[in-house]
Nanobody
Framework: QVQLVESGGGFVQAGGSLRVSCLAS????????MGWYRQAPGKQRELVAT???????VYADTAKGRFTISGDNAKRTVHLQMNSLKPDDTAVYFC??????????????WGQGTQVTVSS
């Protein structure tokens, strides 16, 4: 069974930094991509950033210039370094992964989410 285990997050004042990390546990899969979405109260879940197995990445406009995503396919981890945080960044951050199983089928997985709170 594949599980996405998130860590990090927490509470920080505006202008501060936080890092969230995610580990994909389990066996018999390879990684297409891993990334982060977030969901603020009363809002839809939105993409933050995605890291691809070829080393490429994409960012939401709200994350560009402030957040950096990095990944390690061998360690099956993805990290999101968040700098210059704003109160609008307050949300539950969800790790997501697109993984390929032994039969070469791709599946999407989600973590439980980790809270990030930025005070003004």
């Amino acid at each position: 069974q594949v599980q996405l285990v998130e860590s990090g997050g927490g509470f920080v004042q505006a202008g501060g930094s936080l890092r969230v990390s995610c580990l994909a546990s389990g066996t018999d899969f390879s990684i297409n991509s891993m990334g982060w979405y977030r969901q603020a109260p009363g809002k839809q879940r939105e993409l933050v950033a995605t890291f691809f197995s070829d080393g490429g990445s994409v960012y939401a406009d709200t994350a560009k210039g402030r957040f950096t995503i990095s990944g390690d396919n061998a360690k099956r981890t993805v990290h999101l370094q968040m700098n210059s945080l704003k109160p609008d960044d307050t949300a539950v951050y969800f790790c997501t992964a697109n993984l390929v199983d032994w039969s070469h089928r791709a599946h999407d997985y989600w973590g439980q989410g980790t809270q990030v709170t930025v005070s003004s």
